[in-house]
C-alpha cells in the first residue's frame, strides 16, 4: 500500500528547491561501448550483495534470480539515440539504465550512472540541445521522482529531484513546450484529502515546480509541441527474446538495434573452499611414552 502525502487546502503555489539526487552507480560508465552485430545485445549487469540486500532478494547460488532488461522509451534527435529504462529482477527494480548511440546504433554506451533501485520511462527532447527522462526510485515503493536533464545534447546528464525532501509519488506523465517552460502529474498512489494525482508546473526548466491542480482522478495535460517521436518505437519480440528499436521507413519500419531482455542472474558470492593440505602435513598426535 503506497503512503498518501496529504498537502494544505487550496491550489497551493509549492515551490520546490532543487536537491542532490543520490546516484550510486551499479557499473562504471567507462565500459567499452556495446557492438551492435545484429543480434540482440546484452546490458552489463554484475548484481552484487549489498544489491540482493537492497532489493530484499532471496537468493541463493543453487537458485538465482533472473535479472532482465526493461526497455519504457526511445527518443531521436539530431543522428543520437537515447533509450531508457531499468534492471529488475521478478520481484523489485535494481537499476534505472540510460543508454545512447551515436553513430546511428551502431554502438551503444552509458552516459549517465545507473541509480540503484530507480527506473527511468519518456525521454523528450525539446530542441537539439535540451532534454529530460523522468524517473523515480521504485522499491519499495515509488517514491523521490527526478529528471536526467541535459543541455548540451546528452552529452552529460544532471540529475535534479522534483521535491526537496523525501516523498511517495512516480511521474504519471510530462511535457515541456519549450527549453524552460513544462507540466508535470505526480501519481502519489492512493487518493488522500487532497486527491491522489497533482498537476504542477515549471518556469525554470524543472529548478522549481508550482502546485497547479489536485484530483482524485487522472489529470490531462493539455498539449503542446514536443509530443513524442512518431518516427521511432520500442517492440518487444517475443521470438528473440529481445527489445527492438525501430525507425519508419515508408509504411513499414526498419530495425536499428536489440537489447536481451535477460541479461544475468543475482546470486550471492561463493565462500572459498579452503585448501586440503597434503597427507604428511596433517599433525599427529603425540605418542604416549610407555
Known sequence: MRLSIALGAGFLCA???AAQVEKPAEQPTENPPLQNTGKPMIVDYHCGEEDIRLAGLSCTIDDPCPVFLELASVESVGNRIFVAGNIHSSTATLSSVLLTSGDAGKTWREPYERIRLAGLDRVQFIDFENGWVGGEVQHPLPRDPFFLVTTDGGKTWQARPIFAEPQFGSILQFRFNSRINGSLVIDRGRAGESGRYELYETPNAGETWMLRQTNERPIEMKRVNGT????????????SKSYRIERRAGDGWRGIAAFSVSIGACKPAEMPVPPVPPVDAVPTAPQRSR
Not at 513524442?228 to 521470438?239: C, E, I, M, Q
Open 228 to 239: 513524442a517521436n512518431a518516427d521511432w518505437r520500442l517492440r518487444a519480440d517475443a521470438a
Open 15 to 17: 515551490s520546490i528547491a
